[in-house]
């Protein structure tokens, strides 16, 4: 299993409880990423849509993750 570190911003940082925090996986892509975090954080299923963003770029489920990649949770904005 591989560890990674997973930025997180908005209401995923409410929902994690902090900014960060590191989760390993038994697969390397961002869909085994998306389902460990809400396996371990079931509040995020719960968000309307949620980007997970890869070294800056948006991210989808088939990308492969490597153990020093920039990962980070985008939830929805609102603005006006």
């Not at 948006?58 to 609102?78: F, H, K, N, T």
């Amino acid at each position: 299993m591989k560890k990674y570190t997973v930025l997180a911003f908005g209401i995923a940082k409410d929902i994690l409880g902090g900014r960060q925090c590191e989760i390993e996986l038994p697969g390397n892509t961002v869909a085994a990423l998306r389902t460990a975090l809400v396996g371990r954080y079931p509040a995020l299923a719960g968000l309307r849509s949620l980007m997970i963003a890869v070294n800056s770029e948006y991210a989808e489920d088939g990308v492969l993750l490597e153990e020093r990649d920039e990962i980070a949770l985008i939830p929805p904005v609102s603005g006006g």
